[in-house]
């Protein structure tokens, strides 16, 4: 097996060469003076099964993605396998209004043009894997992610919602610890009232889990509310963080006590690795 790593996931690419003891492939890419992209596979990958890995957030590293397949492919590639491990456009993933594109499902036609397997991790809905007309599978980031917490004195995980409660569960049994989800009550017309389905938060040291932290909202809000119930300290972990906007801002001024993330996007908190789940399917 031969990896490639795209721009958006070097470091991956690097890890998951180490962990399944391939060889990590040259490649470069540059942009001409008009912003146009130019990739090239330096080394020889003809009759290879090669492996491209790249995050397909934000829009230009899609365009690097289609290049690096392109370029798999000229060269002569027996097999490409594309690993996204942030699945960018995913969530549209059916038509709410009349009109709207499918961003899901127009990214997976245009990559499977070009790949025989397509593995992701926690994609937004498991159900947008049949919209890549070759074999598409997910793997879990939640393992990785309760082994970091599991040294943090966690005494519960929530989900941010019910639909999220499974993710919550499955990190708790890895933890040893109980989980629950925040439940939304309307009190009146101004006031809604979140808080843990079932467990009391109080004295307790919280980890929230959810797939993706865009702009803080939602975890921000459960944050403050579990500091007003007496919740000792609020860990928000999630596999894809993207921190749009203040994002940042408002886990930290909500009280958050440590935001965590994997690394399917880079950042200063991908404080766990993705490759170890990744490397099990391929
Ligand atoms: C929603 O379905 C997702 O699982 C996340 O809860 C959502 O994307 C978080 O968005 P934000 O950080 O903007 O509240």
Known sequence: MHIIGGTASKSVAEDLAK???SKLVNAISKRFPDNELYVRILDEINGKDIVIVQTTYPDPNIIELFLLQNAAE????????????????????????????ISAKALAGLISLNADKVITIDPHKEHILDFFSTSAYSCSAVPEIAKYLKQKNIDMVLAPDKGAVDRAKKASKIINCDFDYMEKTRIDGNTVEIKPKNLDAQNKNVAIIDDIISTGGTMALSIKELKKSGAKKVYVACTHGLFAGEAIKKLSSAGCEEIISTDTIVSDFSKVKIAPCIAKLL
Do not use: C, L, M
Request: aromatic residues 12%; hydrophobic residues 30%.
């Open 19 to 21: 962990i399944t003891k």
């Open 74 to 101: 000229e060269a002569g590639a027996k097999s490409i396998t594309v690993v996204i491990p942030y699945y960018g456009y995913a969530r549209q993933d059916t038509k709410f209004q009349n009109g709207e594109s």
